[in-house]
């Protein structure tokens, strides 16, 4: 996994969010057969009301940092769905994560739309980043990157940074370092985070 994910995937399931990364679309290809029209790089959806290890952390994320993080822009109360994409530099989406065909798939695979009603998601979605679902949650388009440049798109689209992102699970991990201590994870970006903490006490 791309390094830049794995920190993206350990940030977005810290905040309850359910992830799949790298999620290949595959379409028909009108020569025939079929065709990766592009890899996505994450797909979350975060039920209402998740997110927190126990309730004694959550009178300790009352004093420090919000579950879920308020620069997502969601409220811990709402479900919400993200399609993001991924960089090491600028934060920005492919052309083929707006593509009208990639995110009908995506939407109609992961049964958020029935297929009669997903053409009028996707048209919103493109338009504006964001689009109400006929379930009830929403759909957001996210970019995440080292750099935001909200003019280079319009502002159509959320953007987040992923020094943001460190600093967060950084502080996080540091809070609850007696519960998460004993863990032993096999996320690759919070494994290496919850080793560092572990070196950094240890020599103290």
């Not at 300790?60 to 620069?71: F, M, N, T």
């Not at 479900?79 to 990639?102: C, F, Q, S, Y």
């Not at 998601?121 to 909200?150: C, I, K, M, N």
């Amino acid at each position: 996994m791309d390094h830049a994910v794995a920190l993206v995937q350990a940030y977005l399931r810290i905040n309850g969010y359910f992830t799949v990364s790298e999620y290949p679309v595959i379409l028909p290809d009108p020569a025939g057969g079929y065709r990766t029209a592009t890899d996505l790089d994450m797909l979350a959806f975060r039920f209402p009301g998740v997110g927190q290890v126990s309730p004694q952390d959550a009178l300790q994320d009352a004093k420090g940092a919000e579950i879920p993080d308020p620069a997502l822009g969601v409220r811990g109360d709402h479900p919400d769905m993200l399609i993001g994409e991924v960089k090491e530099g600028r934060a920005e989406l492919n052309g083929a994560a707006t593509d009208a065909a990639v995110l009908r798939a995506v939407l109609t695979r992961f049964g958020c739309c029935p297929p009669d009603e997903v053409g009028d998601a996707v048209e919103h979605l493109q338009r504006h980043g964001r689009a109400p679902l006929p379930d009830g949650h929403e759909v957001r388009l996210v970019a995440f990157g080292s750099t935001l440049d909200t003019g280079h798109s319009g502002g159509r689209y959320f953007r987040l940074a992923l020094g943001h992102i460190l600093e967060f699970l950084e502080g996080y991990v540091s809070r609850h370092w007696e519960s998460l201590r004993v863990a032993e994870s096999k996320d690759p970006a919070l494994g290496f985070l919850l080793l560092r903490e572990k070196a950094k006490r240890g020599g103290e």
